[in-house]
């Protein structure tokens, strides 16, 4: 980055309040791991040149993008899960984006206030705002959180003291009734925008927030789809980062680009050419979501020669798999649709939650999965005590497991690597036996 | 108790599947317990006996009474929360009893199947099933679990495996909306109660089971304001053990005994007795609930000279301060206000819940409380971040805090023990200042 540029961005961040000594260290962090595992990876194709330029200009160009818009008297809003629906928020003029809640660096600020038994990414979010660390949170006009788990569910309660905060409830059983409970949130949700951006939210506004939102889920859908080929003509790593982006990016160029992206995929499953020999262990992931930077366990999962095939993950299937059908011509009923559309996602927050269970077991047949590693963030209660019925489950499938629970720090990696070896070699023997 | 008692209980506790070897150690400990922590204390109010045979025979004629309930038809419920409404499961012609939750002695045997990182009283539920050892849990023929917390949620799906298990989803905003949300899940479990009972619950048939359970509320909340007296005529381990009695005795019993118990402390408040001298430091604990027998806190507080004067927790305020109110003559305005009734508890688990910051600065008031202990089980994220603005609100009002996070286990108690003598003295020093 020349002088020029890197003197125009501290310029943008401290118009936002931004802590630009702090911010300046996090950036630098980001930058060695950039160049310390995306770009040390082999074979990788051309198109990604796009998602590269954006992961080592993360806080640049769409931060100025941002702040233009805001100049023009354009909103920002801020969320923290997949339930909140971008296509509502988009549909009053406002921009929407995914926070940062994936890196350790604030942890330890975080901990001065919130218990330490939290998980990480809930810290890590919260401790972005109270050192002033993520230019995204700063601008945000409105930070949207909600009721998925204990842990967000109160800290949002903290977090209102220091941004303008506001919460959606998600309801917990997966029925009917509460498909509409949802709604009316959503409802609410909708008036609070309103109020946010001065915006009115129309059917029209909203049907074409939706098909742009949906068109993202689309192109997502296509490249994980092209990771079912064997080889894999794309490293999990890279695929992680490209949905990771997905959540600050704009939307339709985000979709343009991944969709340019798998259409050099298809060229690629077309000739055999991947990113791993063909034969290299195929592993699925499932569980907690890795939000940006946290890419510690697909790094060290194909450092050691394995693929990573899939994300069953918030960062990943949960994200994108479920699209709105309203059953009539009316906001109302397209509002009820996005209900529908969120309440179909099997995120362990439900109870019960059967489908998640299912999801992986076809979707590892689907991508052709030698194994699954159930990952869950330290202290997350509903995807820990999902890896019990996970685990009897896949047991019955005849499908290897390995139960992971980490924290953001590296702390465990030396643990971690053996037994991610040890399950690696055990994928080998499996498939040797045939 | 007589050779033939023994061996009649044995008998009762077999016939329900309990291990009967491991169910003796469990009874062992729990008496040496209640020899060396509620035997010990001196100036007991004389209507303590019942509730120390009570304690002495925890498991025998209360079991007794339940099986010959069962013997002539009769079911029993059991639950883990006081958002299950016992007036329903007694409309339905069931007994009903809170669940053992409160000893470390399951916890080991629960951790080979839950996360670790699980609040002591969700391992020490799920331990007791596992290792059979707990006879009320064996002999229901429903247990009922709810969704105020995480683990708990995540548990039940875990604990279905093993016995019928039926959820109730208890909302987490407190708006209007979500008061017709509990209603409607309070009358999906009265058909849940009439088919596993057979009976229909009726107008009548609840009204009566209402004030039943209303009247033992009432006695409580008696009992309770007893101690708002210097000296308090009661110590609080008494009171504690009291309310826990409570979600397993008949109601209607408990709640003569214990009106009978107040008649003796109303003297002794007018004659001026206390469990401890007048100006002892009068402590209130709030937080996380403490089950049977976890008496860990209250003892080493009044052994160290202190009164704890209120509980601000399931097992104090929040089970008993709120009665329903219908609106109309009906058996629906009657669900309504049920559901009202326990909308109305300022759990942690609701968002935002600025009520329980607000009842315990009041409480502290009415009880002339020096200070307050912030208690949290491990993990529990609910309690523990409601700590956060608990610290700050009460900063604020001038009252002394302490906050202890603690696990089931005694391996803390030096550390416990040397930070309670601590706040106690500092409570001294500030009612010297005076």
């Given at each position: 980055m020349s002088k020029e540029d890197k003197a125009s961005n501290e310029e943008l961040w401290a118009g936002?309040?931004?802590?630009?000594?702090?911010?300046?260290?996090?950036?630098?962090?980001?930058?060695?791991?950039?160049?310390?595992?995306?770009?040390?990876?082999?074979?990788?194709?051309?198109?990604?040149?796009?998602?590269?330029?954006?992961?080592?200009d993360l806080h640049g160009h769409r931060i100025a993008e941002i702040v233009e818009h805001k100049n023009q008297g354009g909103k920002l809003v801020g969320s923290y899960c997949v339930f909140i629906p971008e296509d509502l928020v988009l549909a009053a003029g406002a921009i929407h984006v995914g926070l940062c809640a994936g890196s350790d660096f604030p942890v330890q600020d975080a901990e001065k206030v919130l218990p330490r038994n939290t998980c990480p990414l809930i810290k890590s979010s919260f401790g972005y705002k109270l050192i002033k660390a993520c230019p995204y949170t700063e601008a945000s006009d409105l930070l949207v959180g909600e009721t998925t788990c204990d842990g967000k569910k109160k800290m949002f309660e903290v977090l209102?003291?220091?941004?303008p905060t506001y919460v959606i409830e998600v309801p917990q059983k997966k029925n009917t009734r509460n498909q509409g409970v949802f709604a009316a949130e959503l409802t609410d949700f909708k008036v609070q925008l309103e109020q946010t951006t001065g915006n009115q939210i129309s059917q029209e506004s909203l049907q074409e927030a939706t098909a742009k939102v949906e068109n993202k889920f689309k192109a997502l859908q296509r490249l994980f789809s092209l990771r079912q080929a064997d080889p894999a003509p794309i490293s999990g790593l890279d695929v992680l980062?490209?949905?990771?982006?997905?959540?600050?990016?704009?939307?339709?160029?985000?979709?343009?680009?991944?969709?340019?992206?798998?259409?050099?995929?298809?060229?690629?499953?077309?000739?055999?050419?991947?990113?791993?020999p063909k034969g290299a262990p195929r592993v699925l992931i499932s569980g907690s979501p890795m939000s940006l930077p946290n890419w510690r366990l697909h790094t060290m999962l194909e450092k050691a020669g394995a693929v990573v095939v899939c994300e069953e993950s918030c960062i990943g299937t949960r994200l994108f798999s479920y699209l709105s059908e309203p059953e009539g011509?009316?906001?109302?009923?397209?509002?009820?649709?996005?209900?529908?559309?969120?309440?179909?996602?099997?995120?362990?927050?439900?109870?019960?939650?059967?489908?998640?269970?299912?999801?992986?077991?076809?979707?590892?047949?689907?991508?052709?999965?030698?194994?699954v590693i159930h990952y869950t963030l330290q202290f997350c209660h509903t995807f820990n005590n999902e890896g019990v019925k996970m685990e009897k489950a896949l047991a019955e499938a005849g499908i290897p497991l390995l139960r992971v629970e980490a924290d953001y720090s590296s702390d465990d990696s030396g643990q971690l690597k053996t037994r991610i070896e040890a399950f690696l070699e055990l994928l080998g023997d499996i498939r040797g036996a045939y």
């Open positions: 936002l309040g931004v802590d630009i000594a702090v911010h300046d260290q996090l950036i630098r962090g980001l930058a060695v791991l950039e160049r310390r595992l995306h770009r040390k990876q082999n074979n990788r194709p051309l198109k990604m040149d796009y998602f590269n330029e954006v992961l080592s209102a003291d220091y941004h980062t490209i949905t990771q982006i997905g959540f600050q990016d704009d939307v339709e160029r985000f979709a343009l680009r991944v969709n340019e992206l798998c259409d050099e995929l298809d060229d690629r499953v077309r000739d055999g050419i991947g990113v791993a011509d009316s906001l109302e009923e397209q509002l009820k649709a996005i209900a529908r559309r969120h309440m179909s996602i099997n995120c362990a927050c439900f109870t019960p939650n059967h489908g998640r269970v299912e999801d992986v077991i076809r979707l590892a047949k689907e991508y052709k999965a030698d194994g």
